[in-house]
C-alpha cells in the first residue's frame, strides 16, 4: 500500500543511489549520510510524522521505513568502502608531473643491416651504384663464369648447397659481378649487398648463412693502387682504421689479396682479439682476372678492372665487439636492444 511517506521514501532511495554513484570522496557519503539519516535528517523527521498517519496506514509505511533505512545504510557502507579501497590505491598511483614520460619502445635496425647500410653509403658516395642479384644462382654464375676450376673444393657437395635441379644457394656476392657484367658494357661501378650459404658447422666465427658486399669496377687502366685507395677509404670511413693488402688466391681475381683492418682494439699493437698480430681479416680482393672478362665478352686488352668481396658479419662483430656469430642470428631482443 502506498502513502505519502513510502513515497518520500523511494524518493530518497533513488536520490541517494544517484548521489553515492556520483560522490568521489568519503566526505561526500558523510555529508549525505547526516542528511539522510543524521539526527535532523529525513528518517527521524518521517518517523514523527508516521505517528499522524491513520492506524491502518502506520503498518505498512513502518515496513517500508525500516526496509529503507536498511538499505540506505548498505548503500552508504558500500559507497564508504568503495571510496576507500580506491582511494588507497590511488594514493600509490598519485601522478608525479615532474617524472620524465614513458617512451614508448622504438624499434631498431638489426647490427647487420646497420652496418650493411653504413657501407652502402660510403660506397655510394664514392660514386658505386647498388646491384642484386638471386641468392638461388646457376652454376655457371656462382663458378664457372667466375674461372672456378672443375676440381676447386668449394664447388663440393659438402661445401655448398645444391638443389636437385643442380642450381645452388650462392655461396658468395661474385656471380652478381658475371651477371652485371653480361648485361651491361663497361664502365662498371657497383656494390651488391646480400645473402650468402656455405655448408660449414657453426661455430662463433661461421654460420651456413652470412652476409657479403661485393664491389666490382671496370674501366680502362685500373691498377691495384685504384683497389687499394677505395678499400683505404672505406676502411677510415666505416671505422678510422688503416688496412692492408696480403697476397692471397682465388679463381676470379689475379693478383688476389686479403684485405686486413688494423685491430680496433689494439691499434695494431697486438691484442688477444687480434691474435696479437696487429690485424684482422676482413675481405678477400683483386684485379679481376682476363679470363673473368673474356667469359663475359670484354676484350681484356681494353678493359681492366678490381673486386673484392667483404663479410659484413665480420665488419658487424668488429665495430660492436661481438665475440659469437650466432648471436647475431637468435634474435634475442636484450641482444639486439645494445645497438
Ligand atoms: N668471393 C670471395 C669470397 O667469398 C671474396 C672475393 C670477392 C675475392 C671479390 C676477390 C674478389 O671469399
Known amino acids: 500500500m502506498s502513502n505519502w511517506i513510502t513515497e518520500k521514501i523511494d524518493a ?26 543524521g539526527r535532523n535528517g529525513l528518517f527521524p523527521a518521517l518517523s514523527k510524522e508516521m505517528k499522524n498517519l491513520p492506524s491502518e496506514e502506520r503498518r505498512a509505511a513502518g515496513v517500508a521505513f525500516n526496509n529503507g533505512r536498511q538499505r540506505l545504510q548498505e548503500m552508504i557502507e558500500s559507497a564508504l568502502s568503495l571510496l576507500r579501497s580506491s582511494t588507497s590505491v590511488d594514493q600509490t598511483k598519485t601522478i608525479d608531473l615532474t617524472l620524465p614520460g614513458r617512451r614508448p619502445k622504438v624499434g631498431r635496425k638489426h647490427p647487420v643491416t646497420q652496418v650493411r647500410d653504413d657501407a652502402i653509403a660510403i660506397f655510394r658516395r664514392m660514386g658505386f651504384v647498388v646491384a642484386k642479384g638471386p641468392e638461388i644462382e646457376t652454376v655457371h654464375h656462382n663458378f664457372d663464369a667466375l674461372n672456378t676450376p672443375e676440381d676447386h673444393p668449394s664447388r663440393d657437395r659438402g661445401d655448398t648447397f645444391y638443389f636437385a635441379d643442380g642450381r645452388l644457394l650462392r655461396t658468395q656476392t661474385s656471380p652478381v659481378q658475371i651477371r652485371i657484367m653480361e648485361n651491361q658494357q663497361p664502365p662498371i661501378r657497383i656494390v651488391a649487398p646480400g645473402r650468402c650459404y656455405r655448408r660449414d658447422t657453426p661455430d662463433a666465427t661461421h654460420s651456413m648463412n652470412f652476409h657479403q658486399i661485393e664491389g666490382l669496377y671496370i674501366n680502362k687502366n685500373v691498377s691495384l693502387a685504384d683497389l687499394k ?78 673486386a673484392f668481396g667483404i663479410g ?28
Open 12 to 37: 530518497a532511495l533513488l536520490d541517494a543511489k544517484n548521489r553515492l554513484a556520483a560522490a568521489t570522496a568519503e566526505t561526500e557519503v558523510e555529508q549525505l549520510k547526516i542528511s539522510i539519516l
Open 229 to 306: 685507395s677505395v678499400l683505404q677509404a672505406f676502411a677510415r670511413e666505416l671505422m678510422n682504421v688503416d688496412i692492408r693488402l696480403r697476397p692471397h688466391f682465388f679463381p676470379f681475381t689475379e693478383p688476389s689479396v686479403e684485405y686486413d683492418f688494423s685491430c680496433v682494439m689494439c691499434r695494431g699493437k697486438g691484442c688477444p682479439v687480434c691474435k696479437h698480430s696487429g690485424w684482422l681479416e676482413i675481405a678477400g680482393a683483386g684485379m679481376v682476372d682476363p679470363n673473368v672478362l673474356q667469359n663475359v665478352g670484354y676484350d681484356p686488352e681494353i678493359w681492366s678492372g678490381y
Open 312 to 339: 659484413i658479419e665480420r665488419l658487424a662483430m668488429i665495430r660492436y665487439r661481438i665475440n659469437d656469430i650466432r648471436l647475431l642470428y637468435e634474435n634475442d631482443v636484450r641482444f639486439l636492444e645494445q645497438f
